[in-house]
């Protein structure tokens, strides 16, 4: 059981957060057919091309500020009752320009849910603003150029998602050199559909602190020790690997072996409800189905809040709460063997 365990994450794409129920009250709410893409309550897709189509369909649902604050603040009040306490936040200005509301109001409605979910349940979380691969270089550098002139003290990173087979990360490296300068923090997604070689490009030519998924990597020895040397944290969604079928079944999912070679892992949600899962359940996964301790996934956690791009006294603060909580436990265990 995990539910006792403080939990963290910092991969998880707003749009992809949203619950199928919320997703049905939407398109009634704007006469939107969304039988295509849901159906009996499950979004409806069969490999990854398929799941980006589905994840824009319902990213079109969110018209207005208001619907993305309620879309935000379900997903952390969902995260904060299962004992979560940070969380960052995967969002793309561009679904805001194409559904017509523009970046701006896109962003504010998103950090509208954040303050409620925090002064509701002390939830403290960030925003990294994320260039869609598969809508081209010029996209995710003028998402880079978003981020960086946004100013927005929630926003604290820039990322690449989408569809990975798309060009070479040469190709985008100049929207990281962007938000670099402009003091975000770098994270990127590879060796998530791509193999290892994605996760050197990034590596080589983003130098990002964080790669989303790289579990790939694994299929490379010397880049897991590359990995491990430099400390790259990777953002680990073991319930989307294996709904998208990066590998067949979670005793053959590489989270384990990655972090037993040194590599600074972390678990993450993704996109949960679109990959049947929640936060709560990837714990549960790692605990119950990948047989990994509540110590192991306790370091996994103080390794997500030691990665998260947040400034240095919220690091410490959030340090501090893990501690005094994971501490007391250990405390409590010492307490019932003695
Ligand atoms: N798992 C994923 N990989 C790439 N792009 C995404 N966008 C949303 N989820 C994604
Ligand atoms: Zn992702």
Not at 108 to 126: F, L, Y
């Amino acid at each position: 059981m995990t539910r006792h365990l403080l939990k963290a994450e910092i991969h998880c794409h707003i749009e992809g957060a949203t619950p199928p129920a919320l997703a049905a009250t939407q398109a009634r709410k704007y006469g939107v057919d969304a039988s295509k893409v849901l159906r009996d309550g499950a979004y409806v897709w069969s490999d990854f091309s398929e799941f980006l189509v589905c994840y824009d369909a319902v990213a079109a649902l969110f018209k207005t500020a208001d619907d993305y604050a309620l879309l935000t603040e379900t997903y952390l009040l969902e995260l904060a009752a299962a004992n979560t306490i940070y969380s960052e936040i995967i969002v793309s200005p561009d679904h805001g320009d194409r559904i017509g509301l523009g970046a701006d109001a896109y962003l504010a409605g998103i950090c509208d849910g954040i303050h409620a979910a925090r002064e509701k349940t002390g939830i403290e979380a960030r925003i990294i603003v994320t260039g869609e691969r598969h809508f081209g270089p010029d996209r995710v550098i003028s998402a880079a150029e978003y981020a960086a002139r946004a100013k927005n003290p929630l926003v604290t990173g820039f990322n690449m998602a989408g569809e990975e087979r798309m060009g070479r990360v040469a190709d985008y490296a100049r929207a990281f050199d962007i938000a670099r300068d402009a003091g975000l923090g770098l994270t990127i997604h590879a060796g998530e559909v791509c193999g290892a070689f994605s996760v050197a490009d990034a590596l080589d030519l983003v130098k990002p602190s964080r790669i989303g998924h790289g579990v790939r990597a694994i299929e490379d020895p010397a880049l897991v020790e590359r990995l491990a040397e430099l400390g790259t944290v990777l953002e680990v969604c073991p319930g989307s690997n294996i709904a998208l079928k990066v590998f067949p079944d979670f005793d053959s999912h590489p989270l384990k072996r990655l972090k037993a070679a040194g590599v600074r892992v972390c678990i993450n949600s993704d996109d949960p409800p679109f990959f049947h899962t929640s936060l709560a359940r990837e714990y549960e996964i790692a605990s119950g189905v990948m047989g990994i301790s509540d110590g192991e996934i306790d370091e996994m956690t103080r390794t997500a809040i030691e990665a998260a791009f947040v400034d240095e006294a919220t690091r410490a603060k959030l340090i501090a709460r893990f501690d005094a909580q994971s501490g007391s436990e250990a405390g409590d265990e010492a307490a019932i063997r003695a």
